[in-house]
């Protein structure tokens, strides 16, 4: 389970660096609330 997080969190930062997107648009892309994407982010 802890490598499925792993990967979601480096997925998620790819894309945000990549795509310049902002919390919104990766949400809404992933399928996951903007609180999601921040935790996900910053831990």
């Not at 945000?16 to 996951?32: D, H, L, M, W």
């Amino acid at each position: 389970m802890r490598d499925y997080i792993e990967e979601r969190a480096i997925e998620i930062a790819n894309y945000i660096i990549q795509e310049k997107a902002t919390i919104r648009q990766t949400a809404k892309k992933f399928g996951v609330s903007k609180s999601t994407v921040h935790m996900v982010v910053t831990k």
